[in-house]
């Protein structure tokens, strides 16, 4: 991904936080994904009264995806309110390892943008052979 790639995800990614239903952490979230046709999909968080329902952003910007058809991904931006980076959650590791094994994820936090790669964060990921 060229940096002007990488720099219109994070915008996208800070758009759909602003989407975000957090009224009881308070934390907001925001995910766009590109697919490997160039296409972004947007997520957010959104928690429910039945709080153990609440849903991750990462997973709803894939989710969007796969639903409209799409198999391959290059690369997903994760921000939060936070001044810190926004890992995404084991639940999303493991949802992003499956579908999107070969995806840039880029986190962002108040001294900039940096790089992960699925098994940097998810190493000796569960895979049925
Ligand atoms: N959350 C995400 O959306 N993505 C993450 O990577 C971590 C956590 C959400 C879930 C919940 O709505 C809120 O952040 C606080 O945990």
């Known amino acids: 991904m060229n940096p002007s790639d990488i720099d219109r995800l994070v915008r996208e990614a800070k758009g759909a936080k602003n989407n975000a239903i957090a ?3 308070k934390f907001t979230v925001g995910a ?13 968080n959104i928690e429910n009264h039945s709080l153990m329902l609440s849903s991750c952003a990462e ?3 894939l989710i969007n995806a796969l639903v409209d ?3 391959k991904f290059k690369a997903i931006a994760i921000v939060s309110g936070d001044k ?15 579908f999107a094994p070969e995806i840039d994820i880029y986190l962002t936090s108040g001294k900039g943008i940096e790089k992960f790669t699925i098994s940097e964060l998810l190493p000796h990921q569960f895979k049925k052979k």
């Open 59 to 61: 997973r709803a910007a």
């Open 32 to 44: 766009a994904i590109m697919t490997g046709k160039g296409n972004i999909y947007h997520g957010c």
């Open 23 to 25: 009224p009881y952490s």
């Open 84 to 98: 810190g980076y926004c890992f995404p959650c084991g639940a999303c590791r493991q949802m992003l390892a499956e």
């Open 69 to 71: 058809g799409e198999r």
